[in-house]
């Protein structure tokens, strides 16, 4: 019997003791083709066939309950296999089968009872060893992994699942380079594995091998396009890519994976515009309408609207904000194109989706783009004349209120305030995704506003004032949010930084969460799909960012987030405690951002962790650049004044400080660009500074977490010997030599160390 044979039989249970007549080896037969199948209902039936003419048969009983746990019903699973135990203890395959119903129900303890019965029956047993290795690995047993699937690889050295589980084992170890040589192993032996492919992508991005990374990722995406982790690691890797030559195949990539849900479509904006300006005709239509001056017939003629359409421009527009001034000086000039023929009525046929896709853009960014007087009191005649009433919206007319959408939201207009809800909701095709993005959602927040609760006064004048702030511009106005498999807090932890010592081993499969200053939720979000059970308070300043964050929260199905009003100063009063504490780019903008932090640790819970956010001095130089061209200059944080700034840093030379800022994606929307260079209190902090605010709040610093990983390998290099990378006198000595490594903001982790 060769090894396929032998885990077939393993599987099924192995061959039943007693005699056994030509109708029960059919009816056998038959039930485990079924089962085979997916038929887990005409299976399950089949089997109790079998019981029928072989009353007690436990390879049936063993069965059923497998069905039982692949249909989602463990405790039903349970006492199957319990019965098939019972009568026959001496089948390892039963134990196994035990000790999955016992993992699903997260019982870690009495799954590993079981595999290690099955083990004791068959010490070759390779499903049970990797089932044991993979129950330690969730547990971050690292160490007791690596045993098990090492075993497994002796027995079977091409054993795809080991290899595959080795390396994330190795990984977790911080092993990157064995963890790869896993991982490729596993791929040569199923090179159809998208959960491989995409292991295999991760561990080349974290070692700087963009290229390589992104062709992982990008088979398994042909491999599994429904699945979403695939799409998600997709776009990240779109990040950090080197894209040099037109690729047909990768631009439908894009597309396709703009239209996916629980993918961050933000990811994908640079490689997008750089894609698009590798596409020669559109690169010479960019080069010819992005100047000052150009004539509104010479923006809209047939072949120019063609080039305007490209699919792969519509989707940018829909999802993401556009970083690239040459793209915003084309699409401002295609505007006033477009209200120009809308007023002359010659409005070229085949313009309806561009018009659509750049007034969703527009209300994304927030009307960012320079808009002349000229413009304002044509959108304003435009108005007067256009129909109310939905009966009468022609394509014409969905057009001319798409491009006054492409200067003011929907909902801002007196004129479509009589619009109905529901007549609204009714309106299909791209035309109704802008009139539910524009009308019906900014309504929906004004209702969600009223029912945001206060947890505490905002007694602080700098807390008033940045609270002002975010009622005037709720920052940011997200889209969409990376979908992930949820995991254990501890889990999440030892996986962001596996070099760190004296982490725990296990922890609480729920958790207590506080985001503290979440604004628009998106953070709140992300951790709800990031860890498993979490129970999580969402604090912030602005009931207009909550009432945005709530929006979101209920559209994505989320129900573990609960969104309140409230000062940091004041959550000492919550009476609450927390497993971890987030506060990311908050406390910076507090009159004494330590008093905060303060409040903040009095809340944490022994042992629990804490992410921290805040801005550094070497990498917010350019910032600091700009901040003073802003009070120089006189500039008002009004919508109308953040546009003129930028149009003026825009005009500065290259190598200025302030006109580097351009390069942020904040730059490129009003509430971020406000946040950037406006904000109304700002403090910067240098790695020193902040080593000294953890000691003195009794804190660890376990870690950074780095948006490019890659960074690790270099610092590593100059400081070999920081085994745990958390040397913050070493880390203050690289910034000094990178200033742009945080520009980010430093992400810090922290634990509690009072126990």
């Known amino acids: 019997m060769n090894r396929a044979e032998r885990r077939r039989q393993r599987k099924l ?52 309950g497998v069905a039982r746990l692949q249909g989602g019903d463990p405790s039903t699973a349970e006492r199957y296999i319990r019965e098939a135990l019972q009568i026959n203890g001496k089948n390892p395959a039963y134990h196994r089968s035990l000790g999955k119903v016992l993992l699903s129900t997260r019982q870690h303890d009495a799954a590993i009872a079981c595999f290690n019965a099955a083990l004791e029956l068959d010490p070759q047993y390779i499903d049970a060893h990797n089932d044991l290795g993979t129950t330690f690995w969730d547990l971050s047993r690292t160490e007791e992994a690596l045993t098990c699937f090492r075993r497994v690889l002796e027995i079977d050295p091409g054993d795809i699942s080991a290899n595959n589980n080795l390396g994330l084992a190795l990984r977790d170890g911080g092993d990157i380079d064995g963890a790869i040589s896993r991982f490729r192993k596993a791929a040569q032996g199923d090179p159809n594995s998208v959960e491989v492919q995409n292991n295999l992508g991760l561990m080349l991005q974290e070692q700087g091998e963009q290229a390589a990374a992104l062709a992982a990722f990008r088979t398994a995406i042909r491999l599994a396009p429904q699945q979403t982790t695939s799409w998600i690691t997709f776009a990240e890797a779109l990040r950090f890519a080197r894209i040099d030559s037109a690729d047909p195949d990768l631009e439908q990539d894009i597309v396709d994976c703009f239209a996916q849900e629980g993918v ?27 100047v000052e001056g150009v004539e509104p017939n010479e923006v809209l003629t047939p072949h120019h609207v063609d080039v305007l359409s490209h699919r792969l421009l519509i989707a940018l527009l829909w999802r993401a904000i556009i970083p690239d001034f040459e793209f915003e000086r084309l699409l401002t000039n295609a505007r006033r194109a477009m209200l120009q023929a809308c007023l002359s009525r010659t409005l070229p046929s ?26 304002e009191r044509s959108v304003a005649s435009l108005v007067e ?10 394509e014409e007319t969905r057009v001319s209120w798409a491009i006054v959408g492409c200067y003011a939201a929907l909902h801002s207009l007196p004129e479509l305030a009589g619009l ?21 959602e900014p309504r929906k927040e004004a209702e969600l506003k009223q029912t945001i609760p206060s947890l505490s006064a905002i007694n602080d004048s700098v807390s008033q004032k940045v609270r002002e702030q975010y009622e005037e511009n709720p920052y940011p106005r997200w ?34 969460i506080l985001i503290a200053g979440c604004g628009t939720g998106q953070t709140a979000v992300q951790a709800s799909y990031r860890l498993t059970n979490p129970n999580i308070l969402a604090v912030d300043l602005s009931r207009a960012s ?16 609960e969104f309140v009003q409230g000062d940091i100063l004041e959550l000492g009063t919550c009476g609450r405690t927390f497993d971890f504490i987030e506060a990311a780019g908050v406390l910076h903008h507090m009159a004494d951002p330590r008093a905060g932090w303060q409040v903040l640790r009095g809340l944490l819970r022994p042992g629990g962790f804490m992410k921290v956010a805040l801005y550094s001095e070497y990498a917010r130089r350019n910032v600091a650049a700009a901040r003073a061209f802003v009070a120089e200059g006189g500039y008002d944080s009004s919508a109308a004044g953040i546009r003129r700034c930028r149009q003026d840093i825009y005009g500065l030379p290259q190598e200025e400080g302030a006109r580097q800022v351009s390069g942020s994606l904040d730059f490129h929307a009003v509430s971020p660009c406000r946040d950037l260079i406006f904000h109304v209190q700002e403090q910067v902090y240098t790695l020193p500074e902040i080593a000294d605010l953890i000691e003195s709040l009794g804190l660890r610093f376990i ?53």
């Open 13 to 64: 249970g192995g061959s039943q003791p007693g005699p056994s007549s030509p109708a029960l080896h059919r009816a056998v037969e038959e039930a485990i083709r079924l089962h085979q199948s997916g038929q887990l209902l005409e299976a399950e039936k089949a089997y109790r066939h079998v019981l029928d003419l072989a009353p007690g048969h436990p390879d049936a009983l063993h069965l059923i």
């Open 264 to 290: 961050n479509k933000q990811r994908l904006a640079v490689s997008s515009i750089g894609l698009l300006r590798l596409d020669p005709e559109f690169s010479k239509t960019l080069r010819e309408l992005s």
């Open 350 to 375: 085949g313009i309806e989706n561009f018009a659509n896709a750049l007034s969703a853009n527009c209300f994304t960014n927030e009307y960012v783009f320079a808009v002349s007087d000229a413009e």
């Open 385 to 394: 004349c256009l129909p109310v009433d939905l009966d009468k919206f022609d």
């Open 420 to 440: 109905n809800n529901t007549a609204a909701e009714s309106l299909e095709g791209e035309f109704g995704d802008l009139v539910r993005r524009q009308l019906i």
């Open 479 to 512: 889209v969409t949010v990376n979908a992930g498999r949820p995991r254990p807090l501890v889990s999440v932890v030892r996986q962001l930084f596996p070099h760190a010592p004296d982490l725990p081993i296990q922890g609480r499969q729920d958790s207590d």
């Open 546 to 561: 909550l009432a945005f964050a709530k929006r979101r929260a209920q559209e994505l199905g989320v129900d573990t987030v």
């Open 703 to 755: 870690g950074f977490e780095l948006r490019d990983r890659s960074i690790q390998n270099v610092y590593r290099e100059r400081f070999p010997n920081d085994d745990s990378l958390s040397n913050l006198g070493n880390w203050h000595e690289f910034e000094a030599a990178n200033p742009d490594t945080f520009a980010g903001m430093y992400q810090i982790w922290t634990r509690d160390i009072s126990t």
